[in-house]
């Protein structure tokens, strides 16, 4: 983990789903600009909001949230290619 920072997909699931920031933020219970908190990686969910933000989702938190940063998607896709 760099600095303490959680790593986060908040934003391509939002987008993939097309779910405004206020729509996931009333659906989890917090301000709509905690979500932009932490998008930006400002802020570090608690266990609660993560776990909430997944089960919204319907997806495992580890595929929301992670201590390392992710791959990027054309990488992540270009290695599933390769295999």
Known sequence: MQNGRMHNRIALFRNDRNVSRRELAEA????PQTIGYL???????????????????DVP???IFS????PSLTDALRRAGDA
């Open 67 to 70: 201590l390392a940063p992710f």
């Open 39 to 57: 998008e930006r990686g400002d802020y570090n969910p608690s266990l609660e909001l993560g776990l909430k933000i997944a089960a919204y989702f």
């Open 61 to 63: 938190v580890d595929l």
């Open 28 to 31: 989890v219970g917090v301000n």
